[in-house]
């Protein structure tokens, strides 16, 4: 049983994007929202749709420089897809997932590769990806993908964020499970086999046959909105999980 409060950190898996519950803020039907139910704990969710990795770490690692001495949490963290990126560009001194859509941002084709995109998602996806139209987001996106993106660096820059939060939440003594969207987060190239074992797999929640989330909950049939399991999936999960850490922590 989990003794101490719940943070979550990840995308919109995590976030909640299309539950019922998402709008305007993090839905407390995810799968980390449902274990914070079911273990009665106080619950707080860091994650945003779209995140990259190397953004869930910057996100662990900010909320860890300013988190009370006696705030007693545990972290939780679901990382993302491995070929998306985080920059802090200079025209506006913000930090910026870029991900393929910003490479290309025309909404009408990417509505076509989903077949629930629903008119909500398609709306918001739009205004979103408008705004970045010849902006240097765009540029470095396009070029990025073309020219420097392979699976290959997308894993190895990924394992890296993921050792990097590993180490310094045990350097905090920070209690935390690692989960993942996708299992192509892993690529065993032989510059990344190094950098996986040292991955600590006793801290890692894995779903059957090394599933990310999204993948387990297509193999089970589980309802989808345009991109994303719905809350069965979320449930189901939870339900796995929650025997994981009785039996671990």
């Known amino acids: 049983m989990v003794p101490i409060n719940i943070v979550s950190f990840g995308d919109s898996f995590t976030f ?20 914070a ?16 990795n190397s953004a869930i770490g910057r996100s662990v690692i900010d909320w860890l420089a300013h988190k009370r001495e006696d705030q ?9 897809f491995p070929g998306r990126y985080e920059y802090l560009f200079n025209h506006d001194k913000q930090w910026h997932n870029v991900t393929p859509w910003e490479a290309d941002p025309d909404i009408d084709v990417l509505k ?6 629903s008119e909500e998602t398609y709306k918001e996806n739009k205004e979103k990806l408008e705004k970045i139209k010849g902006t240097p987001i765009q540029f470095h996106a396009k070029s990025h993908f073309e020219h ?3 699976h290959e660096y997308a894993s ?38 190094l950098l996986y074992s040292l991955l600590d797999q ?25 991109t994303h399991p719905l809350e069965d ?17």
């Not at 007693?72 to 993302?80: G, H, P, R, T, V």
């Open 156 to 193: 190895y820059m990924s394992m890296k964020d993921i050792l990097l939060v590993q180490n310094t939440l045990k350097a905090y003594d920070v209690p935390y499970m690692f989960c993942f969207a996708h299992n192509s987060i892993f690529n065993l190239e032989p510059s990344n086999t």
């Open 16 to 35: 909640g994007n299309e539950l019922p519950d998402d709008n305007p803020g993090p839905s407390a039907k995810t799968w980390a929202g449902k274990l």
């Open 112 to 117: 076509k590769q989903y077949k629930n995109f």
């Open 37 to 52: 139910y079911k273990f009665d704990r106080y619950y707080e969710c860091r994650a945003e749709g779209g995140n990259s």
């Open 233 to 249: 999936a979320h449930e189901g999960a939870a339900n796995l999980m929650e025997q994981w850490i009785d039996d671990n922590y």
């Open 202 to 226: 006793s801290k890692w929640f894995q779903f059957e046959d090394n599933l990310g989330f999204m993948q387990w909950a297509e193999k089970e049939n589980y309802e989808f909105g345009s």
């Open 148 to 150: 420097i993106d392979s």
């Open 72 to 80: 007693e949490c545990m972290a939780m963290i679901m990382w993302s």
